[in-house]
């Protein structure tokens, strides 16, 4: 079957974040469908909405926009009805709804949502405490973290915990090395949420020779013998339930899912060791 393809433009007063995301995950529920996109980032003047309609009209296709400006949305509205392309603004239904059901108006700020406030300065603290204790980092200070996540060597730990540092939330990593116990820091520790990430034996085989082979090493070893991985998996998931750890099975789980499913968790772990959310 023959892939559409088609010219994308995808126009943002900030950064772009919101309307890739709604772009993205509505294209994935077309098949043979690929779109050309067109990043417009930072449009707040006039002259830089004309030099967007001058690249639609180069490239006609759908333009999903995330506007707040009335003037500047105005121009690229125009625009798009003469040249007969669809313009969507992907705000408007979500804004709308939330103004009337609120009886309030909301405030055109473009870029609000990335402003520099305690949420913002937060993350930040969040990103350099999980930057400081991945892979088993900095073990003294365990019992600070929000999360900490642990499993065997690559199960998307480190990946998962930059995710939920980017949610604010400060992610801590251990990794269970065969024939050894898991540091005592992490079985004393009392604040944070543990969760074990786990991975069937096969795929974690293959991703382990797939690093070897990307490290220019082909050597057989325990690290990618399947019988060998199949028995570290299970005294792993073994230990996570002595433990009373909450499993999260990672092999067909992208890293957005399985930082979702540990958002619940904690959300969960927080109201019941704090007596609420905050």
């Not at 085989?205 to 797939?210: C, K, L, S, V």
Request: with cysteine; net charge negative; aromatic share 6%.
């Amino acid at each position: 079957m023959s892939v559409k393809r088609f010219h994308l433009h995808l126009v943002s007063d900030a950064t772009g974040e919101t309307v890739s995301s709604v772009a993205r995950a509505c294209l994935v529920q077309f098949d043979n469908v690929e779109a050309i996109h067109h990043l417009w980032w930072l449009v707040r003047s006039q002259g830089q909405v004309e030099r967007v309609i001058a690249g639609i009209e180069a490239n006609p296709g759908v333009v999903l926009a995330t506007l707040i400006n009335g003037d500047v949305r105005a121009l690229l509205e125009d625009a798009c009805r003469q040249l007969h392309v669809p313009c969507i603004p992907v705000l408007d239904p979500v804004m709308g709804a939330l103004a009337n059901f609120l009886g309030s108006t909301f405030s055109a700020q473009p870029g609000r949502q990335h402003a520099m406030d305690a949420e913002y300065f937060s993350r930040i603290d969040a990103m350099h405490f999980t930057l400081a204790h991945d892979d088993g980092q900095l073990l003294h200070d365990l019992d600070d973290a929000d999360v900490v996540l642990v499993g065997v060597s690559r199960t998307s730990k480190t990946p998962t915990c930059m995710y939920l540092a980017n949610r604010g939330v400060k992610a801590a990593n251990v990794p269970l090395v065969p024939g050894l116990p898991p540091p005592p820091e992490l079985l004393e520790a009392k604040k944070p949420l543990i969760v074990g990430l786990t991975k069937e034996a096969k795929s974690l085989t293959d991703i382990r020779r797939a690093r070897l082979r990307f490290l220019n090493s082909d050597e057989e070893t325990d690290y990618t013998d399947f019988d060998k991985v199949r028995e570290e998996v299970a005294e792993a998931r073994r230990m996570f339930v002595r433990h009373g750890w909450p499993i999260i099975d990672v092999s067909r789980r992208s890293i957005e899912e399985a930082s979702a499913a540990i958002l619940q968790l904690y959300a969960r772990h927080r109201g019941s060791s704090t007596g609420g959310l905050p």
